[in-house]
């Protein structure tokens, strides 16, 4: 037991320094890939260095501050799983408890049945010796009787004399014959009752035999859930050394928090004024759009003016010439194609990423149905409810399945299990929208 403590005790060290090494490899090398991404994307419209490289410093912040997000949620993951992990050891050492009062109980019905199968012999015993005293006394009834007919068949002469005697001998015959039937019904009684109590004998022998297998039973587990709570014990300990170390780092993080909240109120205050500046752009493309179409009217109009004064011009030379001049004193493309491309970017921001996808093959019908039901907080339980009897299972089951689901394909948790109506992450909510609106795109239209 000490060679699996040593060794279970150097294998979480190994994978925790392992854990440390990769966490802190995998955020530099996204931040190498999210700046230099960002800058690149940056440079190629307007070959700007120092506006690419603040926008890359942007996302580099962007991205560390989404990581830091990511494992603050996982920690929050971990802490649930710790408390379920501790009402676990609680309800085994519970469980412990009351096999052992359960043994103690079987152990003292067996020794009562012990004494009642003793007083039952002893009853028995008692019965039969009341059947050798019957039997004793009806062999004594049977000699009387004799003696009483060898008697009256020699004092037949002697009748007159002895008809008082007769009738006393009649009446004590009576007597007699009434004793007689009423120790037979005894007898039989007693019989009946000796039935009885061996086939209660019989049972209780099969109740015995039932409980020393159980007994023997509980003797065999025991060992196995001694050493499952020592293994369990084990990973508490182990798991509260990474809480502490989790608060340590929770530490650190605070304040590396801080200074990003009030870089990311700088960015704001940025966003909002190229956001009313991107407006302000809109209006006056709007203005010269407006413009341009005046512009083409007037210039079709001269155009059946020069054709009408001179017919030789041929209208598609002014044309182009036309064309040209206009686009060189309004450059609509070079001011449309910033705005297209915020649309197009737009557009493509509200398609489904790639994850959530196959998060959506994982599903079942009946889950889809689960999540459709709790964005409606209406009856929310009850439709729950009724989803997880239709198909044999329990609402909790269901939402624990979808959040693993989640945790395997998207790496957290995207329903809430700790409220009492089961709820939606807020910053999953337009995602899982857009699944449910696929899903209910590709089914069968009626």
């Not at 109590?197 to 025991?222: A, C, P």
């Not at 709570?229 to 608060?247: H, P, S």
């Not at 009856?379 to 693993?404: F, G, H, V, W, Y």
Request: with cysteine; glycine share 2%.
């Amino acid at each position: 037991m000490t060679l699996r403590t040593t060794d279970f005790n150097n294998l979480t060290r190994l994978k925790v320094s392992n854990m440390h090494s990769a966490i802190v490899s995998n955020r530099l090398f996204l931040g190498i890939v999210a700046f230099s991404v960002s800058f690149g994307l940056s440079l190629v419209p307007n070959w700007d260095y120092t506006r690419a490289f603040v926008t890359g410093i942007i996302t580099l912040i962007a991205t560390y501050s989404a990581a830091f997000c990511v494992d603050k949620r996982r920690k929050n993951y971990e802490m649930l799983v710790l408390g379920s992990l501790h009402k676990r050891i609680k309800e085994l050492e519970g469980l412990k408890a009351r096999i052992a009062r359960e043994i103690n109980q079987i152990e003292e019905h067996r020794i009562g049945l012990y004494n009642d199968f003793q007083q039952i012999q002893n009853k028995v015993s008692e019965c039969r010796n009341q059947r050798d005293s019957i039997h004793r006394e009806l062999s004594t009834f049977a000699g009387q009787k004799k003696q009483l007919e060898n008697e009256i068949n020699a004092l037949k002469t002697e009748i007159h004399n002895l008809d008082k005697n007769k009738a006393e001998l009649n009446t004590s015959f009576s007597v007699l014959t009434s004793e007689k039937r009423r120790l037979e019904l005894n007898c039989n009684v007693s019989r009946s009752e000796i039935n009885q109590l061996h086939n209660q004998i019989i049972e209780l022998q099969e109740e015995k035999e039932e409980i020393e297998n159980n007994v023997t039973l509980l003797g065999r587990l025991k060992p196995q859930i001694e050493e499952k709570l020592y293994e369990l014990q084990m990973q508490v300990q182990n798991l509260e050394l990474e809480i502490t170390q989790k608060n340590q780092l929770l530490l650190s993080t605070t304040t590396n928090r801080e200074n990003i909240e009030s870089n990311l109120n700088d960015l704001q205050t940025k966003v909002i004024e190229q956001e009313a500046e991107l407006n302000r752009l809109q209006g006056q493309v709007s203005l010269l759009q407006e413009e341009r179409d005046l512009l083409q009217s007037q210039v079709w109009e001269l155009l059946q003016q020069i054709e009408t004064l001179n017919p030789e011009i041929s209208p598609e030379t002014i044309d182009e010439d036309l064309h040209e001049n206009i686009h060189e004193a309004f450059p609509f493309e070079a001011l449309i194609e910033p705005i297209a491309k915020i649309d197009i970017e737009a557009d493509t921001s509200e398609n489904l990423p790639e994850e959530w996808n196959h998060f959506l093959q994982l599903l079942p019908d009946y889950e889809i149905q689960v999540l459709k039901a709790i964005l409606e907080p209406e009856n929310c339980r009850d439709a729950i409810k009724q989803i997880a009897e239709a198909n044999i299972t329990m609402p909790n089951l269901i939402i624990d399945s979808i959040n693993d689901k989640a945790d395997d394909t998207l790496g957290e948790l995207i329903i809430d299990p700790r409220v009492e109506n089961p709820e939606i992450y807020h910053e999953h909510i337009s995602n899982v929208k857009k699944m449910l609106a696929i899903y209910q795109h590709s089914l069968p239209q009626p």
